[in-house]
């Protein structure tokens, strides 16, 4: 999981503040990031269908979260998606 050193990491790279932690690209750095940490489980555990329940509702979060940024402002979009490596 995500430690607080990390997190902090995270903000400071993508909200450019410490205390910018509620714009759409620092919330979608977290979410990716928490989704990188869970991927590992769930390959090795095929059948935690109740967990994968919880990792696709994390999806939906950041998918919602890029929808937003998108319809907002393009230029960001494209730019967040390149630096974390997503395929849009």
């Known amino acids: 999981m995500l430690t607080t050193a990390k ?5 400071n790279k993508f909200g450019g503040a410490s205390k910018n932690t509620g714009s ?4 979608v750095a977290l979410i990716t990031e928490k989704i990188k ?3 590992p489980h769930f390959e090795k555990n ?3 269908h109740s967990g994968m329940r ?3 509702k994390i999806i939906g979060q950041r998918r919602a979260l ?6 907002t402002d393009d230029a960001r979009y494209t730019k967040l ?8």
């Open 54 to 56: 919880g990792l696709m």
């Open 66 to 71: 890029l929808k937003h940024l998108k319809a």
């Open 46 to 48: 095929k059948k935690d």
């Open 7 to 11: 997190t902090a990491e995270i903000v």
């Open 81 to 88: 998606i390149g630096e974390l490596g997503l395929r849009k």
């Open 37 to 39: 940490a869970l991927a």
């Open 24 to 27: 759409a690209e620092v919330q």
